[in-house]
């Protein structure tokens, strides 16, 4: 399954920056829009202060999630052992480990949470924590498999190393996927 024109395997600057540029400046828009939206969502981390602390870990992990798939999937494909199938064994470990991984990052992620509500005299009760970030957390995982697998192919199939496309894409629209969700799961649930 050979694109028709490749850049696999090409090492020039020149086509990698051709590929990037207006990637990255796309994506830094994106980026630019959510921190508005962040601001948005002040008087929420003003009224619950915990959920600041969540934020940061919210989204880095979900960005590190579809950076993991992201470049199992690309290795996989330069070594020639994936063609994009659904019934790719391999493929369906990786979701099954990164969902197991979701599920116990952003457990420890409500439990520590908790604990340091405990200790300032500020907390959430733990079920509404672990309903917050689980919820968020687990929908952040499933998009960045998504995208993981979407942008990878995409790439391949446009003639583009993945290599050079999959991270900076996946990383920034989960990044930006994960605060909007948590944001939108945590006022839904703290204010109804």
Known sequence: MEPPESDLGTWSARRIVRNMFPLLVGLSVVVLWAGIRLEDAEALLAEYGLLAVMVPVMVGMGGNLGA?????????????????DPRDRHLWANVAATLALATT???VLAVGTWI?????????????????SLSSGLSLAVIALVFSVATTYGSYRLGIDPDDTTIPIVTNVVDVFG????LGIARWTLLG
């Open 179 to 182: 605060m909007l969700l948590f």
């Open 116 to 132: 340091i509500g405990v200790l300032v005299g500020n907390g959430l009760p733990l079920r509404t924590l672990l309903f917050i």
């Open 105 to 107: 990052v952003f457990s």
């Open 68 to 84: 993991i798939v992201s470049s199992r999937l690309t290795t996989r494909l330069h070594l020639g052992t994936t063609a994009f």
